[in-house]
């Protein structure tokens, strides 16, 4: 049994609202159990210098947490001056990660941000921002794609991401913050809607693990990941899922 | 008539959800009109540096807004490595209201960081800041002088603030951002639950006004004040009103 | 009776020497008490890239105080690696001020940058910027008018600044620094020649105040302006008052 | 056949040359094929502050490039002012990857800095790094144990790191520039001597990646460990690997 | 003849005003022909860590221009939020210069920081700020051997630089910015009173130079500096003089 | 006798690689002593802004110590956020040198930039690096002038540089750390194939120092950048040698 309640292989409760900023092109505000994160998608007609003049657009990310997210006030990176190396990891790893299931081409030369701001930190905060940016970023290239009459639709699947690992000798998925600060091993996988992977982090910095306990890791994302898309094409609705041409699948089943 | 149906000396709706963040000793989302705040404050057993062995507290702010807290999305401070001077600007009066309504001899060694994060910006994001720290503030003020059973009660009067300006020839009480961007003349105002004035600060960048139109705008806010204070009793209840000791005032009335 | 021996209507002794450097499109090295200030005025033939292509010019301002300027060495901002708060805001307050009396369609497409370099501080460094950076920013200005023959002559009006406060208990004309330092209320006012308000900046963070008091604030500052707009007649020499085609006002009379 | 002849399980000639600067307490210069790096471990007796008082050490890592070092020159950090997002990915990687052999209470309060600098890049600089940085760390702390006549050794086990990825459609080990620039899928895979996980960091930004994928490129890391093991071995020397007390594995077998 | 009419072995006019600022232990306003410097010393009763301890003193200089000091304005530091590399060089050359003629035992655990703040640059600017800052220093150590009556006095002789270059193909004294910017050769020379060398600073960046012409450059440096020195002779005073007991040395005689 | 066995003036045995570094278009490892420098030569087809239109060149050098190249770890740069004095000034030095003895319009609107990287120190780091600079920017204009056939050969002679210093009362050549740290006079220079000065910089920071100390180390110098020079030329090869149209000197003799 875990501190809340949950079975190893169960993620928590998920909350998306949608269209939550009046003026951004697609917007969320998602709650992962006590986590929660605004996600903006802002959409502008010119990209960054290294991608000028290939016809192909860009999709990038930023990430920060207001400073009393967390338990103790952590001090702003604009008050430092510069982005610590977690932050940049992060929105590293959430630009990469939507830009995996886009078509540049089919975006043509625009600029897509999405903009990840925790509000309120519980865990799993990086995995959170990739699944509502997911979101925010469709209903922005939707939008976008409708308006400006693409020719291509350039979201080529789903994409959620959740946080796996060892607590208590247990392999459990999606940790909230006390789970992950006992944690001996903590991954973090992104995967598409049709089960492939995008991500794989896994790190064992106070005990190196097993390839047993990897492959365990990795089928509770699976599942996890699951849930997680049901969520977004519920968000999303029909009409988006559609132009996603996504067949969807099951709930995941389990034991 | 002005753009969104309000006579001139009336505020926009206040909304305020206290208790909105898990962590913070303090903390609310105020909304006035589409103008959105996290406030939460964070009290500390240290003050900086420069106030260290007086015995008195310290209070201070922090201001920032999310990058598509605006129409066209702003950088974040934190990716430019500085912040800009209307941060700083605002931040530095926030911090000053504050400290007028507070007994830092009361407040022991310690400090009070209050953070102001913008959501969403439609014109008076630093007077709705100020009105919704106080708020945080005194709860988490409150919550200090229970638990450190303080001997004097720290918090002194109430504290509200509020935006007027000349727009299309007539003064305004609690411009919206389309009112701001073409006012002649902007002031924020600042006051006390007794009526008295904190911070005055009148522009006239675009056109110098008048003795006369500064009466007038003086007036204006104190009225809007008073409509704000009435809210932040609300938002605090009547026990912490009774701690302040303030006489609460009849609502302002108005042709 | 004030520490120095003034009345409290009185302002410090004004000294303005004009053409201080050779460079410079317009200088001057002004002196309130022993409040000493370089303003140098820069034209250049580009504006900021935000004011590209309006046919408009710019006028900015930039403060800074050598570091023994004070009673205790204050280290270099340019050491520091960034600008101050305080630095920012009473830049941004000089820039603001300066262009409320020109017309930047008069100026053209150019920049005119005003430096004010503070060589020692004794109290009212902003307000002494404010007022010697107009005369320089004027030489420049007219010089400009004549060398490039401008259609209409861009500078409207004089502009002039004082500080007032409340100091043991008794409202007070243009503190110096031992004065301002135990000021409950502390107040800037910027006025033009015709007698307008500028910029308003009252801030009672030791002790809000009233609105009498600020009315008394108001009527000193108004008595204090009109002598410092009386050496700026003097200093920039009736030729050029005669351009800014104002009529000059009788001296100040007081009790 | 790749495009320097190798088979896909294969590493290339890895050239280790130990005690290369006379300064440091732990020294080598690392080939891996054409990636060269300087690794020196700097032993302090001090921990960074939020490690004091703990009785325990630590272990950091700084991860750098020549501007030169790669085919284009790239500007210093240093002329930046400050690190990129890559630099502290690397370096906090380094880092965990190192720390994670150690025991920090056999250290002692001290810490020891490993600084990887790439002389000469041709993909594979970071896991080149770890593989570096371990035997520089492991001079270093062996003589350490020596001179402080440690209690118990601080050196676990192993530590090794190699790339793989998917290249030309074919899961490849080792990826030399020319091959990471057009790998699919790229993947950094840090272990231990005794065959365990440390890192795994699987990305497939261009192209997610299947489960049958993931299983195929861990394989062929653990190949490619195996033989950088033994070459750290060798270039430790048998006592030292001795007193890490490691049961040498025989060398790895392949087709 | 020269572009002011002056011989090649004459210096330009020197004019010192002493006690220029009110705050400082020591302050002079030093001109040499059209460059104006204000020098200032400050005392505080610590030195910096890498000093601590030692029972010894530190002297630091530091260095600025105003930003219209030039003929084309030069952005502030401050603002570009580092110190360009020729600041950092000139107020490395100025502290390194001041020490050496400084008893650091003498002057205890104290440091002089000497700010020198060009206010209008007409060529010479280093060396005019060594040569204003040590009468600055000097008359601050003064005092401060007075008042805390000091053991041995910790000034050991005088201190004077000027700049020498070859111009037009003659070798030349103490160039003006007109010639400094056409000079084939460039050097800057810092002598103590009984005639040695504290700094030998020569470029030929664009032509190098022979030693014949290094030899002749260090007489005509040798003829300024006596006079320089004499300069600050009278600026000190006799009784401050006698105590660095310097036996004055005959003007230097010339063709 | 040195400290090392040589005779005043004797310079320490130079090793020169030359091509070490694959990317590069010059570049050379070499090493004075135990000082050890790597230095790339990068030919870029723009010049920087100042440059431009004129259809001269530019040559520029950047210089850096690994962490560990000294005896104490030094903190990296790129991590303090800015770079030092010390390494500002040199880096100047370096590429004011070297652009001594380039013709800047034969190279046409190109730059180069010297990186010197000091992987280990031990006194003359700048002066070694200059040396080495030279060599690898030879190779990279000699193979620049072959590939696009420049019309005038840039280079205009060699260009070599030394320590020199008084040491223990003697004067002495070419200084190793142990000796430069307790030096009274330190003094570098740098000197073209044809024997005249580039840069001379003497300073006697802790001892001023006579005219006939100085004309002793100049000499000391001068018989020290002969030998260095040799050096040169045998590593770039009589071919390139020939080109610079250089009549080799004889070996400089000594007592």
């Known amino acids: 049994m875990r501190n809340d309640g949950r079975n190893n292989n169960q ?40 991608m000028k003049g290939q016809g192909k657009g860009w999709v990038t990310a930023e990430y920060s ?38 078509s540049l081409e089919a975006l043509g030369e625009r600029s897509i941000t999405l903009d990840c701001d925790v509000i309120q930190a519980d865990g799993g905060t990086r995995t959170t921002s990739i699944t509502g940016a997911f979101i925010a970023m469709a209903f922005a290239i939707d939008k976008l ?21 060892v607590v208590n000798g247990q392999t459990s998925l999606d940790l909230n913050y006390e789970e ?16 492939k992977f995008v991500e794989v982090q896994g790190t064992g910095e106070d005990s190196p693990f097993s390839r047993a306990e990897l492959d365990e890791l990795l089928a509770l994302a699976e599942v996890g ?23 969807p699948h099951a709930a995941a089943t389990r034991s």
Chains 1, 2, 3, 4, 5, 6 share one sequence.
């Open 65 to 102: 947490m207001l400073p009393r997210a967390t338990q103790v006030r952590n001090q702003r990176e604009s008050a430092k001056g510069k982005l610590g190396g977690r932050t940049m990891e992060i929105q590293r790893l959430i630009g990469r990660a939507l830009r995996s299931v886009i």
């Open 11 to 50: 993620t928590r409760p998920i909350a998306i609202t949608t269209h939550y900023n009046k003026h951004a092109e697609g917007s969320v505000f998602i709650e992962v159990g006590e986590t929660k994160v605004i996600c903006t998608a802002t959409v502008e007609e010119r990209v960054p210098p290294f």
């Open 145 to 165: 794609a409708k308006d400006r009459n693409l020719k291509t639709y350039p979201i080529r699947d789903f994409l959620g991401a959740v946080s796996v690992g």
């Open 225 to 247: 990941i699951k849930d997680i898309i049901l969520a977004q094409e519920e968000a999303l609705g029909p009409e988006i899922c559609a132009r996603i041409r996504r067949i």
């Open 180 to 195: 992950d600060s006992k944690a001996k091993v903590d991954m973090n996988v992104v995967m598409t809607g049709d089960g």
